[in-house]
């Protein structure tokens, strides 16, 4: 079955961390967009954390779509580390990284953003 | 040497989540087959995405109805079916684009048809079968690296 999603949030100044740890499917959308809409109003830069991702499939896909063009509309830039090697090629494939960077781990990802 | 397919087959409910165990047991007959680790991934996905289909479109998510997994293990090949019971058909198949859905002028979901085709090397849809139903066959194979993924095993 299907592991529930968890999300804890890091907020430093106008940075969050979003950290997710759990599949992320159609049923995680209280995980993932809930929690962004909690983020504080004055973030500007939020980083996915999907090292403790087992599984994500389509539909959790379309929801981080979602998170996305929320953070677009809010003019908020929006980094991602931790996927696997496979599911940096499905995020490429499916034409996320134009709107998004994808990043090996943490580190790499808050250099980007600074 | 394999002279006849060795099958192995699961029956699983209508409930999503439960892609995951015929995810997981095709990625096993991958492994026992030598496929490697990047193609068992591959698999994994097409065949998560294959259940989900069957489930959310084929069988309308009416857990009455139930879907058969069978894998068939080949001299080189490793093929997947997988059957629904329902009136639905699958979700048509089109080349998601990123900046419609980030204008939210095209869904953010209809990417599993897209991914499915993307990750393994054969694809086929059948749907209205005499019995009722539909079924997708996805074939890897050992030796056959698929070009239009612009990259080699």
């Known amino acids: 079955m299907v592991t529930p999603t968890k999300t804890n949030v890091e907020q430093t100044g106008d940075v969050a961390v979003m950290r997710f740890e759990g599949d992320i499917t159609s049923a995680s959308e209280e995980a993932v967009l809930g929690k962004y809409k909690s983020l504080a109003s004055t973030t500007k830069t939020i980083l996915l954390d999907f090292a403790k991702v087992p599984y994500l499939n389509s539909s959790g896909i379309a929801l981080v779509i979602q998170l996305m063009m929320a953070a677009s509309k809010a003019s908020q830039k929006v980094l991602c580390f931790g996927l696997s090697a496979h599911f940096n090629k499905v995020f490429t494939m499916l034409g996320l990284a134009k709107y998004t960077t994808l990043h090996a781990d943490e580190k790499a990802a808050r250099a980007a953003a600074a | ?153």
Not at chain 2, 17 to 45: H, N, P
Not at chain 2, 92 to 100: A, L, N, Q
Not at chain 2, 105 to 117: A, H, K, S, V, Y
């Open chain 2, 1 to 153: 040497m394999i002279t006849e397919p060795i099958v192995t087959e699961l029956r699983l409910p209508t409930r999503l989540g439960f892609e995951k165990v015929a995810m997981d047991t095709a990625a096993s007959v991958a492994q026992i087959m030598g496929f490697s680790d990047d193609r068992v991934d591959d698999l994994k996905t097409a065949v998560a995405e294959a259940c989900i289909n069957a489930i959310e479109h084929g069988n309308q998510l009416n857990n009455l109805l139930g879907v058969v997994v069978t894998m068939s293990m080949g001299e080189a090949s490793l093929e997947v079916r997988i059957r629904d019971q329902g009136p639905g058909v699958s979700e048509e198949m089109h080349t998601p684009d990123i900046d419609r859905k980030m204008l939210g002028e095209e869904t953010p979901r209809g990417m599993g048809m897209f991914l499915i085709q993307a990750l393994v090397d054969e694809v086929e849809y059948v749907s209205g079968q005499p019995t009722g139903g539909n079924y997708a066959r996805l074939t890897i194979h050992l030796h056959a690296p698929k070009t239009d993924r612009g990259e080699g095993q």
